[in-house]
């Protein structure tokens, strides 16, 4: 779960003016958190504490309102709305917690599956969630990066085949799973480190809070942590409610 914040600060700059280079400032003055860490740590506190999770991300809206939520999700939230059928790629970068909190495979998938559906009901939507929770969850219990690419590849459809320098040159900014789910977690599986792995999917460009989320809740489960120095550097920019939960589900499910 950290891993995933840490990726969504440091890729915060970059959102809207992408960068093809992993070499930059891992923290610049105008690094932030943004929905995505919110919605993260709003799905990390159900998970410690219980309760609804489509009340707590309306909770956390409202705790966070200009956090730089889609509009979709924004209407939803503000109007009580039910499902919108998004397959849009907030339901992977939300979805961390649980591929660290339950302990089989089948349990992080049917958990992954209802912490999305109160929003990100579409299939794909619902597949991307899975996706990421699983290679967390195959990740953290051990598995090789050959076993998390043939099981993701197997199960879920996504190809993988695709170098980052392939991509890079080509990708673009897009909101979707299935153009942002295959690409982070291309560049944790071609990383060398936690660190790397957050520079190869900021450099992609495109959604660069979001990839770098989604590749860092992988990376933070297979490299076993978050390197000091950025942990401590994620701290200091959350604020004392997020960073409580944090702390709590790092306590509890970091390792």
């Known amino acids: 779960?950290?891993?995933?914040?840490?990726?969504?600060?440091?890729?915060?700059?970059?959102?809207?003016?992408?960068?093809?280079?992993?070499?930059?400032?891992?923290?610049?003055?105008?690094?932030?958190?943004?929905d995505d860490t919110v919605l993260t740590v709003a799905l990390a506190e159900c998970?410690?504490?219980?309760?609804?999770?489509?009340?707590?991300?309306?909770?956390?809206?409202?705790?966070?309102?200009?956090?730089?939520?889609?509009?979709?999700?924004?209407?939803?939230?503000?109007?009580?709305?039910?499902?919108?059928?998004?397959?849009g790629n907030g339901a992977a970068m939300r979805i961390s917690p649980a591929g660290f909190a339950f302990e089989t495979l089948d349990e992080v998938l049917a958990q992954a599956r209802r912490f999305t559906e109160p929003t990100h009901n579409h299939p794909e939507g619902i597949k991307g969630a899975q996706a990421t929770a699983a290679a967390?969850?195959?990740?953290?219990?051990?598995?090789?990066?050959?076993?998390?690419?043939e099981h993701v590849e197997r199960s879920f459809g996504y190809d993988l085949s695709r170098p980052l320098n392939?991509?890079?040159?080509?990708?673009?900014?897009?909101?979707?799973?299935?153009?942002?789910?295959?690409?982070a977690i291309t560049a944790f599986l071609e990383s060398t480190g936690f660190e790397d792995a957050i520079r190869k999917a900021v450099s992609l460009g495109g959604d660069s809070d979001t990839l770098a989320c989604i590749t860092g809740g992988?990376?933070?489960?297979?490299?076993?942590?978050?390197?000091?120095?950025?942990?401590?550097?994620?701290?200091?920019?959350?604020?004392?409610?997020?960073?409580?939960?944090?702390?709590?589900?790092?306590?509890?499910?970091?390792?």
């Open 218 to 255: 992988i990376a933070h489960a297979f490299y076993g942590g978050v390197p000091e120095n950025i942990e401590r550097a994620v701290y200091e920019i959350l604020d004392e409610r997020l960073a409580k939960v944090t702390r709590e589900f790092m306590g509890r499910f970091g390792g």
């Open 166 to 183: 392939v991509i890079r040159p080509v990708y673009r900014f897009n909101e979707t799973c299935q153009a942002t789910v295959p690409e």
């Open 136 to 149: 967390i969850f195959l990740a953290r219990t051990g598995g090789t990066k050959l076993q998390i690419r």
């Open 1 to 34: 779960m950290l891993g995933a914040i840490a990726g969504d600060i440091i890729g915060s700059i970059y959102e809207f003016h992408n960068i093809k280079t992993g070499d930059f400032p891992l923290f610049s003055p105008g690094c932030t958190f943004t």
């Open 47 to 87: 998970i410690l504490h219980g309760g609804d999770y489509g009340e707590k991300m309306r909770e956390y809206y409202r705790l966070y309102p200009g956090a730089g939520y889609g509009g979709m999700f924004r209407h939803w939230a503000q109007t009580g709305a039910t499902a919108y059928n998004s397959f």
